[in-house]
């Protein structure tokens, strides 16, 4: 694709002030899906080499934030949590321009820390929940919004927010007082799936498998499980009597994992995982 630079006579129709993954998935889901031209995509990045990523799909880049926030109908902030009171200082948060939603990815930052910091209409601003199965399309989003949004704007701004998020997967809305819980199962569930995975794979090479299939194989039944799980609708418990035979070998693996503690340890993870996303908006 052709370089485009960006222009600051021009209104842009969505735009990321930060450029990681998280931001290239999603942007990249929006141009393969038809959903924003190329052109009409607008990222502001610190980064050279993120920097050239965008260019090379064709979306206007820049190094001020403002350009993003002053110029874009549809913004997203992409930055990591740390960086949020910094950044928004160095918005001209009272020369808004054409915005109309504002969408934050960030970990921790409450909707009504969003709401002081720009002093923009509770159907405005939406706090989403993506994860990295988003850089293949295959993620899920949850999304809150303020109790505080009317009725009729809400209407209107909302269902553009899930056709949004829609481009790289599933889509769900949630109160926001169950989001950090959500974000520990879905935003940090996939990290927990590689651990299982790796571990798996150890146990397939301690039995003399070669790594890559062992790697294969593991990744390939957590895949293939969990499609199950979304597609047949049947209870977790009854998909695993189905592979549990009386007197077998998978409910003496089992046995040995309920001993081992992992049921609890997940759980552990999630509520780890909750409370630390929650010091982190109380940080702020």
């Known amino acids: 694709m052709s370089k485009f630079n960006y222009d600051p006579h021009k209104t842009y129709e969505i735009g990321f002030i930060g450029s990681g993954n998280m931001a290239q998935a999603i942007g990249l889901a929006f141009i393969k899906k038809g959903i924003c031209k190329a052109e009409n995509l607008i990222v502001s990045s610190p980064s050279e080499n993120n920097k050239k990523v965008w260019r090379d799909i064709g979306a206007a880049v820049t190094t001020d934030n403002n350009d993003v926030f002053c110029n874009t109908k549809i913004v997203f902030l992409a930055i990591k949590p740390q960086y949020f009171p910094k950044v928004v200082s160095e918005l001209y948060i009272k020369a808004l321009g ?17 709401q002081e910091a720009f002093m923009l209409k509770p159907s405005v601003i939406f706090k989403v929940m993506p994860n990295t199965p988003s850089l293949i399309q295959e993620g899920f989003s949850v999304i809150s919004y303020q109790n505080e949004a009317i009725l009729e704007e ?13 481009a ?15 974000g520990a199962i879905s ?3 996939p990290a927990y799936a590689f651990l299982i995975i790796e571990a798996l794979a150890d146990g397939g090479v301690k039995q003399g498998l070669p790594r890559d299939l062992a790697v294969r194989l593991a990744a390939s039944a957590m895949a293939g499980g969990s499609r199950m799980v979304l597609e047949t609708g049947k209870h977790t418990g009854q998909l695993k009597d189905m ?14 994992l309920e001993k081992g ?9 999630v509520e780890a995982a909750t409370n630390r996303s929650k010091e982190m908006g109380e940080k702020k």
């Open 98 to 114: 054409p915005l109309n939603i504002l969408i934050s990815i960030m970990v921790g930052i409450p909707l009504n820390t969003l």
């Open 154 to 166: 809400i209407e209107v701004t909302l269902p553009k927010v899930k056709l949004l998020m829609s």
């Open 168 to 182: 790289i997967g599933g889509v769900e809305v949630i109160p926001e007082s169950l989001m950090n819980a959500a």
């Open 187 to 189: 935003g940090s569930g």
């Open 243 to 256: 592979v549990t035979s009386a007197g077998g070998s998978t409910i003496a693996a089992l046995h040995a």
């Open 261 to 269: 503690g992992v049921r609890f340890a997940m759980m552990d993870a």
